[in-house]
Every structure is written in structure tokens, then in C-alpha cells.
């Protein structure tokens, strides 16, 4: 009866333990959703347009073209580098709770991301080096 009694109480306690993991599941991909939705309004506001009757000139030059890439890029990066932060932020808490097939996937999906994220961090010099060869 004793030995019936330690069985129980280990099942027991590991379906708590399962339950705690799959509430903090619950809780980290609700946070996760809400984060991307706060940051996403943020960054998808709608800027004011204004009509112009004749433009005039219509000279495109390579310094002109290279502004627009320049301010198309520092926007991309920074929506990329805030998702990139709200991936890792997920993945490392899946990483810590998952078993270990989890943890290999999670590891290699962590490091692909910190790759994004470096290959975000350079985009300004690639443009300005492509900019001063064209130019």
C-alpha cells in the first residue's frame, strides 16, 4: 500500500507539472500575440499624404534614389529588429520549458534569428556601399 501510495503522489505532482508548463505556454504566447499587436499598430499608423498639382523637374539622380532606399532600409531594420526581439524573447522561454527535441529545434531557430538580426545591423553599410560604387 505504501508503494500505491508514492505512485500516486508522483502522478499526481507530474500532472501538475504539466499543467504549470502548458498555463506558462499559454501565458507567454498570449503576452507574445498582444506585444506583436502593440507594436505592429505602432508601426502600421497611417502617415498624412498630401496631393501635389505638377511635379516639377523629374530629374532622378542616384543620391536622390539612394535617400529613399536609405529611409525604406532604417524602416524595414527597425520593424525587423523588433520582431527579431519578440522571437528570441519567445523561443528562449520555449527553449528553457520544452523537452530536448524541442530544445535542438528552438537552439537552431535562435541562432538563424541572431544571424536576421546581424544581417539587419548591416543593411545601412551594404546600402551606402552599393550607393558609392553606383554613384
Given at each position: 500500500?505504501?508503494?500505491?501510495?508514492?505512485?500516486?503522489?508522483?502522478?499526481?505532482?507530474?500532472?501538475?507539472?504539466?499543467?504549470?508548463?502548458n498555463k506558462l505556454k499559454e501565458k507567454t504566447s498570449k503576452l507574445s500575440l498582444m506585444l506583436f499587436g502593440i507594436i505592429s499598430s505602432f508601426l502600421l499608423t497611417a502617415t498624412n499624404v498630401?496631393?501635389?498639382?505638377k511635379i516639377e523637374g523629374g530629374n532622378v539622380t542616384?543620391?536622390?534614389?539612394?535617400?529613399?532606399?536609405?529611409?525604406?532600409?532604417?524602416?524595414?531594420?527597425v520593424f525587423g529588429i523588433v520582431v527579431a526581439f519578440i522571437a528570441l524573447v519567445v523561443f528562449?522561454?520555449?527553449?528553457?520549458?520544452?523537452?530536448?527535441e524541442t530544445k535542438q529545434r528552438r537552439k537552431k531557430?535562435?541562432?538563424?534569428?541572431?544571424?536576421?538580426?546581424?544581417?539587419?545591423?548591416?543593411?545601412?553599410?551594404?546600402?551606402?556601399?552599393?550607393?558609392?560604387?553606383?554613384?
Open positions: 500500500m505504501f508503494n500505491i501510495d508514492k505512485k500516486l503522489k508522483g502522478e499526481i505532482s507530474a500532472s501538475n507539472g504539466k499543467s504549470k508548463v498630401f496631393a501635389v498639382e542616384i543620391e536622390g534614389l539612394g535617400t529613399i532606399i536609405k529611409n525604406l532600409a532604417t524602416k524595414i531594420q528562449v522561454i520555449q527553449f528553457i520549458i520544452g523537452d530536448d531557430t535562435i541562432l538563424y534569428t541572431l544571424g536576421g538580426v546581424a544581417l539587419l545591423i548591416l543593411i545601412p553599410s551594404i546600402i551606402n556601399f552599393v550607393i558609392d560604387t553606383l554613384g
